[in-house]
């Protein structure tokens, strides 16, 4: 099995000998040993299939490294997060997945509204099974853990991924912008309930539907 650990906070090595990792497609920045790349096309299941999925809003070109030794990935300098599975299923959206182990599967699922809200199709991308994903965050995300007793609520160019028995529900109240006058309208945000954790990044993406 791979075996992740990060180099500072923007730099992923994956230690391989003879395994197989699924990156997005450029990120290598450096390689130490033998290994060979793929670019992955076509449609099909799991994270192959996020490249032609265009009308989910999610794709995301990838590709497959195998070898002997060490490769390194980055993104524009982003932070990076590792998040173990065992067993369960973490969802993320597609421009914050940087890699995964071969072992996991990969796929999309229906979110309703809270992918409109983000201008990124109504799917997320999700992670599932028994070994590590490489998350990235602009700037160093934060996780939070939501209980029935703390349930709680992101704005949606903040959010990254979660895992757990979470529920989530799109709200809408007045914004801080709008409060100091600097908005022109409504923002919506997404409330999560039950178990679980929600990481979530210093930084806001640009959203269709974050200010109305």
């Known amino acids: ?7 500072g906070t923007r730099v992923l090595a994956v230690d391989l000998t003879g395994d197989t990792v699924k990156a997005k497609n450029g990120a290598m920045v450096a390689y130490e040993g033998e290994m060979t790349f793929k670019k992955m096309t076509g449609g099909g299941e799991g994270l ?4 032609t999925r265009r009308i989910t809003g999610e794709s995301m070109a990838v590709m497959e490294v195998k070898g002997h030794g060490t490769c390194y ?9 590792l998040v173990r599975l065992n067993g369960e299923k973490l969802y993320v959206e597609a421009s914050n ?3 995964t182990d071969s072992a996991l599967r990969t796929g999309t699922t229906f979110t309703g509204l809270r992918g409109a809200s983000q201008g990124n199709g109504l799917f997320t991308t999700t992670v599932e099974g028994t070994g590590q994903a490489a998350v990235m965050s ?6 939070l853990r939501v209980s029935a007793a703390t349930p ?10 979660h895992t757990g028995n979470l529920r989530q529900q799109l709200q809408h109240s007045v914004g801080w912008r709008t409060v100091i006058g600097e908005g022109s309208g409504e923002s919506f945000q997404i409330r999560f309930e039950g178990e679980g954790l929600v990481y979530v990044q210093p930084s806001e993406r640009t959203t269709i539907g974050g200010q109305l």
Request: net charge neutral; no cysteine.
């Open 152 to 161: 709680l609520t992101v704005d949606p160019g903040a959010y990254i991924a």
């Open 73 to 81: 990935f980055a993104d524009r300098a982003t932070e990076i997060n």
């Open 1 to 7: 099995m791979p075996r992740f650990r990060l180099q």
């Open 97 to 99: 997945l940087l890699a």
């Open 138 to 143: 602009d700037g160093p995300a934060i996780v």
């Open 48 to 51: 192959r299939g996020l490249v």
